[in-house]
């Protein structure tokens, strides 16, 4: 069972935390010395990095039509980043909140308390892993897929509805594997205190036949977690959750490269303890917890057809989400839930008509499960069964139009239907203008949707939830303006300017006839903001990389949102040390004071992690020291309303060892 959260509305003060911003001009000012990194990129080559999730094809990122940013195998080793959540607060306008059970990925200043980030669409080798009962994107642990395997993260902000449809509200992020021969032979083990947490990764790649890649992993994850204190509010219980925030996650990983055929199998199933009882269950109950298994393939064919002008590409993609729980209501209850989908996708690609590159494809989709299900289970005459199904498909069209030397524009339009909400478009439009070789100015427009999930429509137990089969869809507009400018080989500088509305925006409320809670279609939510960016590099191999964000959203009555920040600031620095084989790496993420749903105010805090990496000490192995938190702050992020709590703390200090052996 899970849920989304009632809106609150009310005043968050702006603050501007200066010792922090004086540290992201001096690091962008001051010199670097270093020995050298040979694995390190100059900031032109990095530019060079083709990007393949924001038009279904390789760009450039001068070419794209957003702010694209790009996350390396190199920063992820760089500063010791445990999942994908750790990866994306360094990026601007990110934020993450964790509720002891799941994290959430905001953007742009929106991220409700227990919304599961479905409106980010979540991608591995562009194939989806939102599921199409929560719609939820996996994040943290949940992500079937170990970091240590990802050659970059790639993230497209604003809406990618033009070309991936339902979800691509906010942004795309999508995972690109590490090639099979490049991992090789490898052995990972890892263990972080005081969480008790073990890890460890086996994997393996390499040619197996004539042009034939293929890559196995295997990890798995055990944590024994912390005993915190823990007020359960009107429960009116408080205690220690002694031995409830234990974790365990297992992922398997495979994938076949064939000439034009690719093949990739993901697998991942964790199970987390519940120490908050949530879902207002009853606090301090061993045995609760809530378990996801994900299970995604796909198959890719690639060819080109009448010469090198038109590229064909054809995938069949599947998946299974499947979560169990079980939680104590005065007895046990489980809340099981299985969704199950097929699907194809055909695009072509044709480059044959000059200063032209056009794009064209058919999607399907059909979700052939979206099963809910509640069981007493001391009482199963009490059961319930909700199972649906539904399908979704789309056509769309892109040109991207080099209209002189200096300039070019990006025309594209989705056209979707499915079986809740009808037909739904989704166009895309950008003028790119490289006013100087050093200079590209972006304008901007998007629009996405998403079509209300089977637990907002379909989930009715009579009791915490009715039903509401009317429920609309809502859709979000975004205008955007870009500026980036190099500064030499070695400094980027990147000014975004956005605004966005969230129209119809899907929220739980309270039906007037039955008086229980319901998912409804309220008031458009309304948001300008700025992100300010630098990434400088040095010869020698250091790296220097900041943004300042700040970000106004409001609903239609002036009202804020909770657990939106107004201001976000971030600097991460990374250089080889001049012995003994070592490179440091620190970062900062600052956040400024957030609304609870209750109205009062969590206060702002700045964030600390340092790494140290070791390479050389012993051959093929590689050594890594994170202090995680590193001066012990004491923070939260707000609860929702299936929380006890108003606020949910977050760990404290942590120390994490981890040891890659590659033979």
């Not at 599961?116 to 994107?137: E, K, W």
């Not at 890649?213 to 429960?235: I, N, P, Q, T």
């Not at 879902?279 to 090198?308: A, F």
């Not at 084989?581 to 993420?589: D, F, S």
Request: proline fraction near 4%; include cysteine; hydrophobic fraction near 40%.
């Amino acid at each position: 069972m899970k849920n989304n959260t009632k809106q609150a509305a009310k005043h968050l003060c702006q603050f501007t935390h200066r010792p922090l911003v004086v540290a992201l001009g001096l690091a962008f000012a001051w010199p670097v010395h270093a020995q050298s990194d040979l694995t390190s990129l100059s900031i032109e080559q990095l530019m060079q990095v083709s990007i393949s999730a924001a038009s279904k094809y390789e760009q450039r990122q001068d070419e794209i039509a957003a702010a694209v940013s790009v996350i390396t195998r190199q920063d992820i080793r760089n500063f010791g980043w445990r999942t994908i959540d750790d990866a994306l607060a360094s990026l601007p306008g990110l934020s993450i909140a964790y509720d002891r059970q799941y994290s959430y990925l905001g953007a742009r200043g929106f991220g409700l308390p227990g919304d599961y980030t479905s409106r980010v669409l979540v991608t591995i080798n562009g194939n989806r892993l939102n599921d199409p009962l929560y719609d939820s994107a996996p994040t943290g642990r949940l992500v079937p897929l170990d970091i240590d395997l990802i050659e970059r993260i790639e993230f497209i902000p604003g809406p990618g509805g033009a070309v991936y449809g339902q979800n691509a509200m906010f942004g795309v992020v999508n995972l690109v594997t590490r090639s099979a021969v490049e991992v090789g032979a490898e052995l990972a083990a890892a263990y972080e205190h005081p969480q008790a947490s073990r890890e460890g990764r086996a994997s393996w790649g390499g040619r197996v036949g004539e042009g034939v890649e293929l890559l196995l992993s295997a990890s798995a994850m055990k944590s024994r977690g912390e005993d915190r204190f823990y007020d359960y509010g009107a429960a009116g219980i408080s205690g220690v959750a002694a031995g409830l925030d234990g974790e365990r996650d297992r992922e398997f990983f495979a994938s076949l490269r064939s000439g034009r055929w690719a093949v990739d199998f993901i697998y991942g199933d964790r199970s987390k303890a519940d120490p908050t009882a949530s879902y207002l269950s009853d606090p301090l109950v061993p045995g609760q917890y809530q378990d996801d298994r994900y299970l995604v393939s796909q198959v890719q064919y690639q060819q080109n057809l009448g010469g090198d002008h038109l590229q064909l590409t054809a995938r069949l993609f599947g998946g299974q989400q499947r979560y169990r729980s079980i939680l104590s209501y005065g007895g046990p209850y489980s809340y099981p839930t299985e969704s199950e989908w097929l699907g194809a996708e055909a695009r072509l690609l044709y480059t044959g008509i000059a200063g032209h590159t056009l794009l064209a494809g058919v999607e399907g989709q059909d979700n052939r499960r979206e099963d809910q299900y509640v069981y007493d289970l001391a009482n199963p005459g009490n059961d319930i069964a909700i199972e649906r199904s539904g399908d979704r498909y789309g056509l769309f069209a892109q040109d991207d139009w080099r209209i002189s030397q200096a300039l070019s524009a990006t025309l594209g339009v989705r056209v979707d239907r499915n079986n809740k909400t009808g037909t739904q478009w989704s166009p895309r439009a950008a003028l790119i203008w490289r006013a100087a070789p050093a200079t590209t100015l972006k304008a901007l427009y998007g629009r996405a949707h998403r079509a209300p999930n089977a637990f907002e429509r379909d989930f009715d137990d009579g009791t915490s939830q009715i039903g509401n089969p009317a429920l609309r869809g809502e859709s979000i507009n975004t205008f955007e303006l870009v500026a980036d400018h190099r500064v030499g080989r070695d400094l980027a500088l990147r000014l975004s300017l956005y605004r966005w509305t969230l129209e119809e925006i899907i929220t739980l409320g309270i039906d007037p006839v039955s008086g229980l809670p319901q998912y409804q279609s309220g008031a458009p939510v309304n948001a300008t903001g700025a992100e300010l960016s630098a990434d400088r590099t040095w010869a020698g191999g250091a790296r220097v990389r900041g943004s300042l964000s700040f970000q106004d959203v409001k609903q239609s009555s002036g009202g804020r949102l909770p657990n939106s920040p107004r201001t976000l600031a971030k600097l991460n620095a990374s250089a080889p040390l001049p012995w003994a084989g070592l490179r440091a790496a620190y970062e900062v993420q600052f956040t400024s004071a957030r609304l609870t749903l209750d109205g009062s105010e969590l206060g702002s805090y700045a964030l600390s992690n340092a790494t140290l990496v070791a390479e050389g000490w012993l051959p093929r192995l590689t050594l890594t020291l994170g202090l995680f938190n590193l001066f012990d702050k004491q923070y939260g992020d707000p609860g929702a309303d299936i929380n006890w709590q108003n606020a949910l703390e977050r760990d404290g200090r942590s120390v994490r060892l981890k040891a890659v052996y590659r033979f």
